[in-house]
Protein backbone atom coordinates (compact mmCIF):
# COMPACT_ATOMS: atom_id res chain seq x y z
CA UNK A 1 0.00 0.00 0.00
CA UNK A 2 1.24 3.25 -1.12
CA UNK A 3 0.26 6.84 0.30
CA UNK A 4 0.06 9.78 -2.52
CA UNK A 5 1.88 12.70 -1.19
CA UNK A 6 2.90 16.78 -2.64
CA UNK A 7 5.32 18.83 -1.19
CA UNK A 8 4.61 22.33 -1.18
CA UNK A 9 8.04 24.54 -0.07
CA UNK A 10 8.97 27.79 -1.60
CA UNK A 11 12.69 26.42 -1.31
CA UNK A 12 13.79 24.22 -3.92
CA UNK A 13 16.84 22.63 -1.04
CA UNK A 14 13.74 21.74 0.92
CA UNK A 15 12.27 20.01 -1.72
CA UNK A 16 15.06 18.12 -2.98
CA UNK A 17 15.42 16.80 0.84
CA UNK A 18 12.08 15.63 1.12
CA UNK A 19 12.14 13.75 -2.20
CA UNK A 20 14.87 12.21 -1.40
CA UNK A 21 13.66 10.90 1.97
CA UNK A 22 10.38 10.20 -0.07
CA UNK A 23 12.49 7.63 -2.24
CA UNK A 24 14.02 5.84 1.32
CA UNK A 25 10.19 4.77 2.27
CA UNK A 26 8.32 2.40 0.07
CA UNK A 27 4.83 3.30 1.15
CA UNK A 28 5.13 7.03 -0.02
CA UNK A 29 4.36 7.69 -4.06
CA UNK A 30 5.49 11.20 -4.04
CA UNK A 31 3.79 12.64 -7.38
CA UNK A 32 4.06 16.08 -7.26
CA UNK A 33 6.38 18.99 -5.88
CA UNK A 34 5.46 22.51 -5.92
CA UNK A 35 7.51 26.02 -5.18
CA UNK A 36 4.34 27.60 -6.00
CA UNK A 37 1.58 27.23 -3.63
CA UNK A 38 -0.96 28.51 -5.75
CA UNK A 39 -0.16 25.73 -8.25
CA UNK A 40 0.11 23.43 -5.53
CA UNK A 41 -3.55 24.34 -4.04
CA UNK A 42 -5.19 23.66 -7.53
CA UNK A 43 -2.93 20.68 -7.95
CA UNK A 44 -4.37 19.00 -4.59
CA UNK A 45 -8.01 20.42 -5.43
CA UNK A 46 -8.22 18.64 -8.48
CA UNK A 47 -5.97 15.36 -7.60
CA UNK A 48 -6.82 14.61 -3.95
CA UNK A 49 -3.64 13.14 -2.49
CA UNK A 50 -3.55 11.08 1.01
CA UNK A 51 -0.79 13.23 2.89
CA UNK A 52 0.65 16.95 2.11
CA UNK A 53 3.74 17.87 2.76
CA UNK A 54 3.94 21.83 3.55
CA UNK A 55 5.66 24.42 4.87
CA UNK A 56 3.99 27.58 6.52
CA UNK A 57 5.62 30.98 5.77
CA UNK A 58 5.88 31.26 1.93
CA UNK A 59 5.41 34.39 -0.66
CA UNK A 60 2.46 33.57 -2.23
CA UNK A 61 0.45 32.04 0.65
CA UNK A 62 0.29 30.86 3.90
CA UNK A 63 0.58 27.26 4.24
CA UNK A 64 -2.11 27.72 6.63
CA UNK A 65 -4.48 29.95 4.68
CA UNK A 66 -3.63 27.20 1.81
CA UNK A 67 -4.55 24.21 4.03
CA UNK A 68 -8.00 25.90 5.19
CA UNK A 69 -8.85 26.70 1.42
CA UNK A 70 -8.60 23.03 0.40
CA UNK A 71 -12.01 21.29 -0.75
CA UNK A 72 -11.25 17.68 0.23
CA UNK A 73 -8.06 18.31 3.38
CA UNK A 74 -5.66 14.95 2.65
CA UNK A 75 -3.36 14.67 6.33
CA UNK A 76 -0.88 17.08 6.76
CA UNK A 77 2.55 17.37 7.83
CA UNK A 78 4.03 20.80 8.11
CA UNK A 79 7.69 21.10 7.20
CA UNK A 80 8.80 24.77 8.18
CA UNK A 81 11.43 26.67 9.95
CA UNK A 82 8.98 28.48 12.74
CA UNK A 83 8.00 26.50 15.66
CA UNK A 84 5.84 29.95 16.52
CA UNK A 85 3.37 28.46 13.83
CA UNK A 86 3.43 24.75 15.82
CA UNK A 87 -0.03 25.49 17.47
CA UNK A 88 -1.59 26.57 14.62
CA UNK A 89 -0.67 23.71 12.61
CA UNK A 90 -2.18 20.98 15.22
CA UNK A 91 -4.99 23.49 15.42
CA UNK A 92 -5.67 22.05 11.79
CA UNK A 93 -5.52 18.12 13.46
CA UNK A 94 -1.94 18.09 11.39
CA UNK A 95 -0.55 14.49 11.50
CA UNK A 96 2.59 16.26 12.69
CA UNK A 97 5.07 19.47 12.68
CA UNK A 98 9.19 19.01 11.48
CA UNK A 99 10.79 21.70 12.20
CA UNK A 100 13.61 22.63 9.86
CA UNK A 101 16.34 20.72 9.56
CA UNK A 102 15.20 17.69 9.99
CA UNK A 103 16.81 14.16 9.70
CA UNK A 104 14.91 11.16 8.14
CA UNK A 105 14.36 9.05 11.45
CA UNK A 106 12.05 12.28 12.17
CA UNK A 107 10.90 12.35 8.67
CA UNK A 108 9.86 8.83 9.18
CA UNK A 109 8.77 8.57 12.26
CA UNK A 110 5.71 11.69 10.68
CA UNK A 111 5.14 9.52 7.92
CA UNK A 112 4.46 6.26 10.31
CA UNK A 113 1.48 8.90 12.22
CA UNK A 114 -0.04 9.07 8.33
CA UNK A 115 0.29 5.74 7.62
CA UNK A 116 -1.26 4.33 11.23
CA UNK A 117 -4.01 7.47 10.57
CA UNK A 118 -4.67 6.16 7.35
CA UNK A 119 -5.17 2.34 7.42
CA UNK A 120 -7.69 3.48 10.64
CA UNK A 121 -9.21 5.53 7.92
CA UNK A 122 -9.06 3.19 4.93
CA UNK A 123 -10.49 0.34 7.31
CA UNK A 124 -12.75 2.91 8.33
CA UNK A 125 -14.30 3.18 4.41
CA UNK A 126 -16.37 0.79 5.61
CA UNK A 127 -17.02 3.22 8.07
CA UNK A 128 -18.57 2.53 11.68
CA UNK A 129 -22.23 4.52 11.94
CA UNK A 130 -22.49 7.65 13.82
CA UNK A 131 -24.62 9.45 16.01
CA UNK A 132 -26.15 13.09 15.87
CA UNK A 133 -28.65 14.63 18.18
CA UNK A 134 -31.18 16.13 16.15
CA UNK A 135 -35.46 16.65 17.69
CA UNK A 136 -34.12 15.49 20.92
CA UNK A 137 -32.95 12.45 20.28
CA UNK A 138 -29.79 10.33 19.46
CA UNK A 139 -30.35 9.66 15.80
CA UNK A 140 -28.03 7.33 14.14
CA UNK A 141 -26.26 8.00 10.31
CA UNK A 142 -24.83 5.19 7.95
CA UNK A 143 -21.97 7.41 6.23
CA UNK A 144 -23.59 4.99 2.75
CA UNK A 145 -26.73 6.57 3.31
CA UNK A 146 -25.05 9.92 2.83
CA UNK A 147 -26.41 12.45 -0.29
CA UNK A 148 -25.28 15.35 0.66
CA UNK A 149 -24.80 17.71 3.73
CA UNK A 150 -25.38 21.44 3.93
CA UNK A 151 -24.28 23.88 6.19
CA UNK A 152 -27.17 26.34 7.94
CA UNK A 153 -25.48 28.84 9.71
CA UNK A 154 -24.42 27.00 13.02
CA UNK A 155 -26.17 23.76 12.15
CA UNK A 156 -25.84 21.56 9.37
CA UNK A 157 -28.70 19.19 7.28
CA UNK A 158 -27.61 15.51 6.19
CA UNK A 159 -29.59 14.61 3.14
CA UNK A 160 -29.78 10.65 3.11
CA UNK A 161 -31.01 8.68 0.49
CA UNK A 162 -33.54 6.62 2.23
CA UNK A 163 -35.24 8.49 4.99
CA UNK A 164 -35.84 12.73 5.35
CA UNK A 165 -33.08 15.02 6.03
CA UNK A 166 -31.43 15.17 9.63
CA UNK A 167 -30.57 18.62 11.18
CA UNK A 168 -27.84 18.80 13.84
CA UNK A 169 -25.14 21.17 15.49
CA UNK A 170 -22.76 20.94 14.27
CA UNK A 171 -20.38 23.06 11.75
CA UNK A 172 -19.52 21.77 8.31
CA UNK A 173 -15.69 21.45 9.05
CA UNK A 174 -16.32 19.35 12.39
CA UNK A 175 -18.37 16.81 10.38
CA UNK A 176 -15.86 16.94 7.05
CA UNK A 177 -13.15 14.97 9.30
CA UNK A 178 -15.24 12.39 9.98
CA UNK A 179 -15.69 11.67 6.54
CA UNK A 180 -13.44 9.78 4.20
CA UNK A 181 -11.84 12.16 1.28
CA UNK A 182 -12.17 8.96 -1.27
CA UNK A 183 -16.02 9.14 -0.69
CA UNK A 184 -16.71 13.17 0.17
CA UNK A 185 -15.64 16.31 -1.89
CA UNK A 186 -16.54 19.57 -0.52
CA UNK A 187 -18.18 21.42 -3.56
CA UNK A 188 -19.04 24.65 -2.29
CA UNK A 189 -18.30 26.15 1.43
CA UNK A 190 -21.83 25.25 2.55
CA UNK A 191 -21.90 21.84 0.44
CA UNK A 192 -19.93 17.99 1.25
CA UNK A 193 -21.52 15.61 -1.36
CA UNK A 194 -20.95 11.85 -1.48
CA UNK A 195 -19.06 11.03 -4.59
CA UNK A 196 -20.88 7.84 -5.05
CA UNK A 197 -23.97 9.51 -5.43
CA UNK A 198 -22.27 12.43 -7.72
CA UNK A 199 -23.27 12.02 -11.43
CA UNK A 200 -21.34 15.20 -12.75
CA UNK A 201 -19.01 18.23 -11.43
CA UNK A 202 -18.75 21.18 -13.67
CA UNK A 203 -16.86 24.57 -13.48
CA UNK A 204 -14.40 26.24 -11.03
CA UNK A 205 -15.14 29.62 -9.37
CA UNK A 206 -12.74 31.31 -6.36
CA UNK A 207 -11.68 27.03 -6.20
CA UNK A 208 -14.87 25.44 -5.17
CA UNK A 209 -17.12 23.90 -7.94
CA UNK A 210 -20.03 25.64 -9.29
CA UNK A 211 -22.56 23.00 -10.32
CA UNK A 212 -23.17 19.18 -9.38
CA UNK A 213 -25.67 16.64 -10.09
CA UNK A 214 -26.82 13.42 -8.96
CA UNK A 215 -27.48 10.06 -9.71
Not at 135 to 151: A, G, H, L, P, W
Amino acid sequence: MKLSAVAIDDEPLALEIIKQYCTQINEIDLTQTFDNAVAGLDYINRHRPSLLFIDIDMPDINGIDLVNQLQSRPMIIFTTAYKEFALEGFELEAIDYLLKPFSFDRFEKAFQKALSRYQIGNTADELEPFFVYSEYRMIKIDFRDIVYIESLDDYIKIHLSNSKPVMTLMSLKKIALKLSPKKFIRVHRSYIVATDHLASLSGRKSGFLQGWSFL
